[in-house]
């Protein structure tokens, strides 16, 4: 029996295997392909105060061994989110985690509050309905915040201290690779309270149509995702291990059992996988038993012997 | 990812292929797989609609358009495919007479919704070379041909209770003027061909902008009723 257990905060995972924001829907759907109390963590799509209904024209564009996407964080809204989804999270064994975006400051704490009072006010009566918020100042595909907020450090933590202020769940904050100070931004997050940080969200990036001549997206810029980006990714969680002492979830192009072992020794707690969800719909479940059965070849009894070995 | 044997794969035409597989996962008329034959580049897979069930035999009619479906029409028979399915709505209940009317490549979901309405009349519009027509004309024999123009125009909406469509989106758009033109509603169906990543609805690379909001091509759709689709949205 390996151990492969992580924490984040007062926040337990049993595996270091968490589906990142907006490539998972919130769940249902892969519920279909397998038991997703097999997984240690979800990390639902990114919620905004208000329901959003994302950016117009094409979102997504295949690049070499990775895609574009500009979805622009199109969701139910919070207020949709606590009616339609928590009972069927309520019911899961697996770290849930809600991704609050935002638009303006004000979005972001008034967010915050509503989730930190369904919160408290759930756990007086049930189960709660998920466990920790993971803050995203990183979407690079919304204009009006979103990675606005996740270049600057200065501006980030203004939006960092009003969510930590506004709730007491465990709070994770999602870096942008754009960011102009990546450590910098990292060592923020961690001054502000923060109990975690989880990187990288998608590198901006850009599709032209040279018949048309203009960008494939409405939106100019879009999201690049994929294992194109995960030897860069896995770089700059590395650094930001080195510098930080709060658990990293790492993430960027994962897409087998040896991706997230890498991430692993490069100092992640624990590891996210997007796209390759997309590429195999059973991804979660596979990498769970790729993880475990790569600790059992190796000898190894707990990850905490080749966690941020390099 | 569930894969397959592929029993067959022979070019009808020119960029135009039919691929056998060896499946008993089934499906509707009007309802994809996702399918793939490669590991990160191109990485997506590739959702293409049910041409024909026959027992455990699943056929995919496809046109080569970019990288994956290329490397499709590369394989041969003995060949694995990943394959996952089946997804997507599918076409709606079928209700009094019906005319189905297929675009290019969009004839491909046609043929397994005429397999069970042997009464539908068939309208096929080509751009250039015609494929399968003699396979359509044994299932029906009221099979209309267009070459060059939009088969669209050849339509009697009055003369039909329900319209299955599914063709370039030009001529969806066609259709969806003589829709509001006839003042029709509930009547004319069309199958979206959008760029999808999941397939199963998680996503949301597919969103179409409609009436009552953003649905999902993939499971929400890709059939909708005409009159809700906002194109180019």
């Known amino acids: 029996m390996v151990d492969t257990t992580c924490r984040i905060g007062s926040v337990l995972f049993k595996n270091p295997v968490v589906m990142a924001s907006g490539t998972f829907g919130f769940g249902r759907e892969y519920a279909k392909f397998y038991d997703l109390n097999k997984l240690g963590g979800i990390s639902g799509k990114g919620l905004t105060l208000k329901a959003k209904e994302g950016n117009e024209g094409l979102r997504v564009w295949e690049t070499a061994a990775g895609m574009l996407?500009?979805?622009?964080?199109?969701?139910?809204?919070?207020?949709?989110?606590?009616?339609?989804?928590?009972?069927?999270?309520?019911?899961?064994?697996?770290?849930?985690?809600?991704?609050?975006?935002?638009?303006?400051?004000?979005?972001?704490?008034?967010?915050?509050?509503?989730?930190?009072?369904?919160?408290?006010?759930?756990?007086?009566?049930?189960?709660?309905?998920?466990?920790?918020?993971?803050?995203?100042?990183?979407?690079?595909?919304?204009?009006?915040?979103?990675?606005?907020?996740?270049?600057?450090?200065?501006?980030?933590?203004?939006?960092?201290?009003?969510v930590r202020e506004a709730t007491s769940l465990p709070l994770v904050v999602k870096l942008s690779p754009n960011a102009e100070d990546l450590t910098g931004m990292a060592a923020m997050c961690e001054e502000e309270g923060a109990d975690g940080i989880s990187l990288v969200n998608t590198f901006s990036a850009m599709k032209i149509d040279i018949h048309k001549r203009r960008s494939v997206f409405q939106n100019l810029y879009a999201g690049l995702s994929g294992p194109a980006i995960k030897p860069i990714a896995l770089r700059m969680v590395h650094q930001v291990c080195k510098t930080v002492s709060i658990p990293v979830m790492g993430m960027g192009g994962i897409s087998s059992a040896e991706d997230a072992i890498e991430f692993i020794m490069a100092g992640a707690e624990t590891v996210q996988v997007g796209t390759h969800n997309f590429v195999s719909l059973r991804a979660g479940e596979e990498l769970v038993e790729g993880i475990s059965a790569f600790m059992r070849q190796e000898g190894i009894k707990s990850l905490q012997e080749i966690r941020g070995i390099i | 990812m569930a894969d397959a044997v592929i029993l067959d794969n022979v070019q009808l035409s020119s960029g135009i292929f039919r691929m056998t597989v060896r499946s008993e996962s089934g499906g509707l008329p009007g309802q994809f797989y996702m399918l793939r034959a490669w590991s990160t580049s191109p990485l997506l897979s590739r959702p293409i609609?049910?041409?024909?069930?026959?027992?455990?035999?699943?056929?995919?009619?496809y046109q080569t358009a970019g990288e994956?479906?290329?490397?499709?029409?590369?394989?041969?028979?003995?060949?694995?495919?990943?394959?996952?399915?089946?997804?997507?709505?599918?076409?709606?209940?079928?209700?009094?007479?019906?005319?189905?009317?297929?675009?290019?490549?969009?004839?491909?979901?046609?043929?397994?919704?005429?397999?069970?309405?042997?009464?539908a009349e068939v309208y096929l519009g080509f751009s250039r070379e015609p494929y399968l027509v003699a396979e359509f004309e044994r299932l029906s024999s009221r099979v209309t041909v267009d070459i060059g123009g939009y088969i669209t125009d050849q339509i009697d909406l009055t003369a039909y209770d329900q319209v299955w469509v599914c063709g370039p989106e030009p001529m969806m758009k066609a259709m969806q003027r003589k829709n509001e033109a006839a003042g029709a509603a509930g009547k004319v169906f069309v199958s979206l061909e959008n760029r999808m990543a999941c397939g199963i609805g998680a996503c949301l690379v597919c969103s179409t902008k409609t009436s009552g909001g953003r649905r999902k091509a993939c499971a929400d759709g890709p059939v909708f009723p005409v009159e809700e689709v906002v194109f180019g949205g």
């Not at chain 1, 915040?145 to 996740?150: H, K, N, T």
């Not at chain 2, 060949?79 to 996952?84: A, K, P, Q, S």
């Open chain 1, 69 to 162: 996407n500009s979805v622009g964080l199109e969701n139910p809204g919070i207020m949709g989110f606590l009616e339609e989804e928590t009972p069927f999270w309520q019911q899961l064994d697996t770290v849930r985690i809600v991704n609050l975006g935002g638009g303006c400051l004000s979005d972001y704490e008034e967010g915050a509050e509503i989730l930190e009072n369904f919160s408290v006010r759930s756990l007086a009566d049930e189960r709660p309905a998920y466990d920790m918020i993971e803050l995203n100042i990183s979407c690079p595909n919304v204009k009006e915040g979103g990675m606005a907020y996740g270049i600057r450090t200065e501006t980030a933590r203004e939006v960092v201290r009003l």
């Open chain 2, 49 to 61: 609609s049910i041409f024909d069930i026959e027992g455990d035999q699943l056929h995919f009619l």
């Open chain 2, 68 to 119: 994956g479906t290329r490397l499709l029409s590369q394989l041969r028979a003995g060949d694995r495919i990943g394959l996952e399915g089946p997804f997507g709505n599918g076409f709606p209940a079928a209700s009094g007479k019906i005319a189905l009317a297929g675009g290019g490549i969009g004839i491909a979901p046609l043929y397994y919704a005429l397999k069970h309405l042997p009464q």
